[in-house]
């Protein structure tokens, strides 16, 4: 019988790299996004979803159950970014970037976990960023958020562990998506310096981890980050 994930932020670049990933490994996929996608699966099912809206995201995973099944993986993938000065950044990008990656990951959570707690297993995997432990500059905000969600992570695989759920977090480096497409390529390569492994990330490392996290034989493994690139 076929598992199924949910993956948040379908529509694009890596969230949609990782449907396309996990519809071949024979999963059933449902993904969200605020707009449509045009991901061509009868396995694939999609949902127009803002996921810091609270009741859309219950009434999301509660469709998922009713229609597909439990949802036995969630994959956190959705997030923007801000890549501004602290003394540069309005209070409506802080309040914009921590609803999206924290409020709607942690709704996302919460919900998937209800299901997952009551078949006693889980997979459960967020996104940081090398942002947090580099401390980028320029990135205050985007790495704050994302320190707040490897918090969530180690609180929360504490919290779920009891109910077979594992929670962990892969922090990716650049990779070559729209969310890096208006960075400066000199800011890319002092980044890239920085790494253990120089050279931008791509989606096969971060379908790795992924891949690694779902594993049956992972179940012991839980509240960890996974930092691409040499980073720690």
């Not at 999609?46 to 229609?67: G, L, N, Q, Y």
């Not at 942002?131 to 320190?147: R, V």
Request: include cysteine; proline fraction near 3%.
């Amino acid at each position: 019988m076929s598992k199924i994930a949910l993956i948040t932020g379908t529509r694009k670049g890596i969230g949609r790299a990782l449907a396309e990933h996990l519809l071949k490994q024979g999963w059933i996929v449902a993904g969200c996004s605020r707009r449509d996608t045009d991901i061509d699966s009868a396995n694939y099912h999609h949902f127009r979803v803002d996921i810091t809206d609270e009741d859309a995201v219950i009434k999301m995973v509660r469709s998922i159950k009713r229609t597909l099944g439990s949802i036995d993986a969630l994959i956190n993938n959705a997030g923007i970014a801000s890549m501004n000065h602290l003394l540069l950044t309005p209070g409506s990008t802080c309040r914009s970037v921590f609803e999206t990656n924290v409020l709607g990951g942690f709704l996302c959570m919460r919900e998937c976990a209800k299901q997952m707690s009551r078949n006693k297993y889980g997979r459960i995997i967020n996104f940081s960023s090398v942002a947090t432990p580099l401390n980028l500059e320029g990135e205050a905000i985007y790495a704050a958020s994302k320190a707040a969600i490897e918090s969530l992570t180690r609180t929360s695989a504490k919290e779920l562990g009891p109910y077979g759920i594992t929670v962990n977090a892969i922090g990716p480096t650049p990779i070559d998506t729209d969310l890096i497409r208006m960075v400066p390529k000199e800011a890319i390569d002092a980044l890239i310096a920085r790494q253990g492994i120089q050279r931008l990330g791509t989606v096969d490392d971060i379908i790795n981890c992924v891949d690694f996290f779902l594993r049956k034989e992972s179940a012991f493994i839980s509240g960890q980050t996974i930092y691409l690139g040499g980073v720690s």
